[in-house]
């Protein structure tokens, strides 16, 4: 009985009873086969590991499209973003106050959240950029963060606005495609009342 690492939990799991990924490999092996690489989970640490995948995945994508509005609202190249300003990005992110010490709990402000708020703040940040010379990017960067993190509120608002909107008209639309049949009993039963009356 062969035994291998669970993936999620780390505890062994047997190979034959494990829920097994298999994601081919360009490299080869010394028998000219196609090297295939093998993640083993228990059954029970599948759902968990697909959705902490789909969680970071999303993740990923937010910070890339948040990084792409702040090259494009503070006019630099990829290759001039400093490396050390998605440690900033990152403690708003996480939830952490500033000069405390740095944890890793996505508790904070969403990326999609500070990207509104920069595209709120981008008149601000150009206008800034115009009156001050900065000697450093990052010096730049973090003087527009300062203004952005003033309008993380005002993000969130009307993040939540947005979406209350959205219900609202979803639900609206559901309901003149499909009236439900709570409607219909209740106009029979007004139809009845009416006859009532009559009567
Ligand atoms: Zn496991």
């Known amino acids: 009985m062969a035994l291998v690492k669970c993936k999620w ?42 959705d902490d995948k789909a969680f970071k995945e999303r993740e990923q994508k937010q910070l890339d499209s948040l990084r792409d509005t702040i090259m494009e609202i503070h006019g630099i190249r990829p290759e001039d973003f400093p490396r050390h300003f998605y440690q900033l990005l990152q403690d708003i992110r996480n939830g952490n106050m500033i000069g405390r010490q740095r944890k890793n709990y996505k508790s904070g402000t969403e990326y999609r959240i500070i990207e509104k708020a920069y595209l709120l703040a981008e008149s601000d940040i150009k206008w800034q950029k115009l009156k001050k010379s900065f000697d450093t990017t990052l010096g730049e960067l973090k003087y527009g963060l300062a203004i952005v993190r003033d309008k993380l509120k005002m993000a969130r608002d009307r993040d939540r606005a947005e979406k209350q909107a959205r219900k609202i008209a979803k639900a609206g639309l559901q309901k003149e495609i499909a009236p439900d049949a709570n409607n219909f009993k209740k106009k029979d039963k007004e139809d009845l009342d009416i006859t009532d009356f009559l009567d």
């Open 9 to 50: 939990c780390e505890e062994k799991v047997e190979k034959e009873s494990a829920f097994v990924i298999e994601k081919q490999t360009k490299e080869k092996l010394k028998s000219g086969k196609q090297k295939v690489l093998r993640t083993y989970l228990h059954d029970k640490c599948v759902d968990a590991y697909f």
